[in-house]
């Protein structure tokens, strides 16, 4: 079972820890929405978060608030789809107006400190790229401006992002702009629609834009490119010799590990790694158990913006002392 530390306590264990880390040569690390609380955009799962709010909001719609993010439920009547657009509409409004947080930052300084090997997130906020990290996205064409290839992408949404919205029906990607709300009819679908019309034929169906995040139950439609980069991470903290100077972390923040798939990101990267890399897990609660054992070595209860803090005078520390030699 995991090591448990609590991040409160004035023990030799935490700071020793928090060296450690802060002395790594490279550092994968994966977050959930828990990093971004404190940036006013709510969790999900917590019991102020997102699912509460849909169920106490919208009980007599969907059964309980993850029904609205489950693809087999929000689009089965026109009424749960409503709901689901003007939720969706307004927690875009929520990402556009939050600002990067602690955690961030610190991600953006482990870039700039050319110890980051890739940034995971399950959040669909944003944040990492008003952070400035170089964000992979698939809907970005290449050879355009914001186009990042992942060989050279700081970060990885792992749900799509809030950033965009696509067509249900022909894939269409348009920016998600306060000019284009969820369930607005495509614009490519009715251009194409009344193209025919105007030859006199006759009309085509027309799709509704939703954002560019993965439901419950749906395929991801990038889950081949996803799985190309984790497995070239893990192979990059595999392959190193087990003579080169520091050591290897894998990083997990404010994420219960809920999802398979973070679960099995998680996995991948630890168990890939030699075996002197230490993966840590910070969250508010406890999250690993003994299946968790041999892989999350140590689990930190506490806020990972004090955590991440920590590590940040520890950098500042050893700058001083450096320059001082």
């Not at 269409?172 to 614009?187: L, M, R």
Request: proline letters at 6%; aromatic letters at 6%; glycine letters at 8%.
């Amino acid at each position: 079972m995991p090591e448990t530390l609590w991040l409160a306590d004035t023990g030799p264990q935490v700071p020793a820890l928090v060296k450690r880390v802060a002395a790594a040569r490279r550092v994968a690390v994966v977050t959930g929405a828990g990093i971004s609380v404190n940036c006013g955009i709510p969790d999900f799962r917590s019991s102020s978060g997102l699912f509460r709010q849909i169920q106490d909001a919208h009980g007599d719609v969907v059964r309980r608030g993850r029904d609205m993010f489950d693809a087999s439920v929000v689009f089965r009547t026109p009424q749960a789809a409503d709901v689901f657009y003007r939720w969706m509409t307004h927690l875009r409004h929520q990402c556009a107006s939050a600002r990067p947080g602690v955690v961030h930052g610190f991600i953006r300084q482990l870039a700039d400190r050319g110890m980051l090997l890739r940034s995971y997130t399950q959040n669909i906020d944003g944040l990492e790229r008003k952070a400035g990290l170089a964000v992979w996205d698939p809907y970005s064409p290449k050879g355009s401006a914001g186009h990042v290839p992942w060989q050279d992408a700081q970060s990885v949404p792992l749900h799509g992002t809030m950033d965009r919205l696509t067509c249900q029906l022909c894939a269409a990607s348009v920016p998600f702009e306060q000019a284009a709300a969820a369930g607005d009819v495509c614009a490519a679908c009715q251009q194409r629609s009344q193209s025919r019309e105007a030859c006199g034929r006759r009309s085509l169906p027309m799709g509704k834009l939703r954002p560019a995040v993965v439901l419950y139950e749906e395929p991801h439609p990038h889950c081949e490119d996803i799985a190309k980069i984790i497995t070239h991470d893990a192979r990059a903290f595999g392959s190193r010799r087990p003579a080169t100077a520091g050591t290897d972390v894998v990083l997990v923040f404010g994420t219960t590990l809920k999802v398979p798939g973070c679960r099995q990101l998680v996995r991948q990267l630890a168990m890939a790694a030699p075996a002197t890399t230490v993966t840590v897990l910070v969250n508010n609660e406890p999250v690993c158990g003994k299946a968790w054992d041999g892989i999350v070595d140590y689990q930190v209860i506490g806020c990972v913006d004090d955590w991440c803090g920590r590590i940040q005078r520890q950098w500042s520390a050893q700058t001083k002392i450096t320059r001082w030699a």
